[in-house]
């Protein structure tokens, strides 16, 4: 993924590996997340790193991961360069960090966790009273598919209605 942020580009990369558990010996997978200023014909500048570590005993999901990896990526510190004998501070400012955010979740769609899903009402009504047709279940009135629009809006599932 790339992001352009003022006249600089940063590309965001992920990696995945293994590692032992110094005590346990189990396998835990690592997902990386490096953060690198796109240089013009040169070596790209590495800007920030962070990873995520699965417990062996946790299903491994590459969404979480990377969503992790990113956000300890992008509270990571680095050395001030304009003053190399005191604090640490963020390579990226707020708005930065939320103009990343906003491109990770365009381009991956932020589908972790539960999805919610805007759809037009009368699209919603068609494709009810298709599916009432198509399963013998009786949706033809007005009033039994405002009251499944009303309980599928009230469970959270569906917005925009």
Known sequence: MVVTLGSTRYGINYFYTETDHKQTHKRHKVTGC???RIVPGAENEDV????????????????????????RALSATIPNAADPSGEWVRPFTKEERAT????YFKTT??????????INVA???????NFGKDNQ??????AAVNTLI????AAGKVSGL
């Open 109 to 118: 769609a932020g589908f972790i966790g539960k999805t919610r899903v805007t």
């Open 123 to 129: 699209t919603l009504r068609e494709v009810l009273t």
């Open 100 to 103: 990343i955010w906003n491109e």
């Open 150 to 153: 009303t309980n599928i809006t």
């Open 48 to 71: 920030a790193y962070g990873e995520s570590v699965c417990h062996s005993v946790d299903t491994f999901v590459k969404a979480s991961g990377r969503k992790i990896a990113l956000a």
């Open 137 to 142: 279940v009786n949706l033809d009135s007005e």
């Open 34 to 36: 490096i953060i690198s």
